[in-house]
């Protein structure tokens, strides 16, 4: 980011994620939600140029960096795949508890972790993202202290979700908490950990999962109308889980519901709002958290299947403190498992590795054209460009004609 830009101007450009950090580290800012459905950060003062440096330097969205041993110390033995990050571990798993894993966007194995870590007292609390008790259309950050909580929460949020807005309030709260986020919200985290090392001890444990990116409310909003329904209405919404890959389901005040299988609201129209700042991404896996999951979809033809079955995470241990956890998970009767090859995960997550290998020609087009394009370093993207082939032009082509159209810019 130039000298002299303001945070409107990051915001005007793309590059904000929406993660929150900056609403809580003490800046004058606020997260609010946007014409276009998504969630920005606003200064409620104008910042200093002090202000504005610190903002700048902890955003992931300016700038995302792959792990390293300064930022991620115990990850040092971790092998540097191409692809997934580093890597100590990789499993088939899920939540050995029935309702838990029926309840949970994958198997509920991230689930059953934090509920592991609340029941051993390893943390106080875990910070994550929930329905808004406010308003049943909108994600909301919110911790959890029991098993309870957690099951509640479970399942994924096809919205704009600020976890890190919660980060201030819920450090005043606990002594120590896990925090389970997006990719983007935990490398912007991990930095704010080396900025701020007397974190470390507050903030122990990084949970992720894959992501392909945050859809705007107008998304949802969409989906309701196809139904006949409006948002001003509902009394519930949930996006995933109970089963797997579990149905959209809407339930109004009126006693009407509706719902939409995983092919209906991700697959047709919810990945068709997806911010631009998401298709520029490096990191969809979560590389700087200590434990990632992910769908481990079964697989027909070559490609992920999404017929209801019983849940399974792909989870990739990333860090030695990680692979401890996960152990202990296990041992203590919370997580099954199975064995999973890297081979098995490219099946089941082909998108992820598209994007990784297609992401070079993406920024080369934005930069071809002017465009305010994310510094990035560690993201082993020419490696990857290189398997890249015909997509190459083809992702080039298409982010030229957005940007080209002003859809990059907010």
């Avoid at 303001?6 to 609403?23: E, I, Q, R």
């Avoid at 202990?328 to 890297?342: E, H, K, R, Y």
Wanted: charged residues 25%; glycine residues 10%; aromatic residues 6%.
């Amino acid at each position: 980011m130039k000298a002299g830009r303001s945070l409107a101007d990051l915001v005007a450009n793309g590059l904000c994620t929406g993660c929150g950090l900056c609403a809580s580290i003490g800046l004058p800012v606020t997260m609010r939600e946007s014409d276009r459905g998504f969630l920005r950060p606003v200064e409620e003062t104008a910042l200093t140029e002090d202000q504005l440096a610190r903002l700048v330097a902890l955003c992931p969205g300016v700038s995302l960096d792959g792990p390293s041993a300064e930022r991620v110390p115990d990850a040092e033995a971790a092998v540097m795949h191409p692809v997934w990050g580093p890597v100590l571990g990789m499993h088939r798993t899920w939540a050995a508890n029935p309702g838990m894993r029926f309840a949970g966007a994958s198997g509920g194995a991230i689930t059953a972790i934090a509920a592991h870590l609340l029941a051993s007292g390893r943390a106080d609390a875990v910070l994550h993202v929930g329905a808004d008790p406010r308003s049943a259309l909108r994600s909301a950050s919110r911790y959890s202290v029991a098993t309870g909580d957690v099951v509640e929460r479970a399942g994924s949020r096809y919205a704009p979700s600020a976890t890190l807005a919660g980060l201030d309030d819920a450090l005043q709260r606990f002594e120590r908490i896990a925090v389970i986020a997006k990719p983007c919200e935990i490398a912007g985290l991990r930095r704010l950990l080396a900025a701020e090392p007397g974190l470390a001890d507050r903030i122990p444990w990084l949970l992720s999962f894959f992501c392909a990116g945050v859809p705007s409310l107008h998304g949802t909003e969409a989906l309701l109308r196809q139904k006949g329904l409006e948002a001003e209405g509902l009394e519930s919404l949930r996006y995933r889980g109970n089963g797997w890959p579990g149905r959209m389901t809407a339930h109004m005040h009126d006693g009407r519901s509706a719902s939409w299988s995983y092919a209906q609201s991700w697959g047709v129209e919810l990945h068709r709002h997806l911010q631009f700042r998401c298709k520029i991404c490096a990191d969809g896996t979560g590389e700087h958290a200590d434990l990632v999951a992910a769908d481990a979809w079964a697989t027909k033809d070559g490609y992920p299947d999404f017929e209801e079955r019983d849940g399974i995470s792909a989870l990739i241990v990333r860090t030695r403190k990680g692979t401890e956890l996960f152990e202990s998970a296990v041992s203590s009767g919370a997580l099954g498992t199975a064995p999973l090859s890297l081979d098995e995960l490219a099946a089941m997550q082909p998108y992820q590795v598209d994007r990784k290998r297609t992401l070079i020609a993406r920024l080369a087009a934005l930069r071809r054209l002017g465009g305010m394009a994310p510094r990035y370093r560690r993201q082993r993207l020419w490696r990857n460009g290189l398997r890249g082939g015909g997509r190459l032009f083809r992702n080039f082509a298409g982010t030229a004609l957005r940007v080209l159209q002003g859809r990059h810019r907010e």
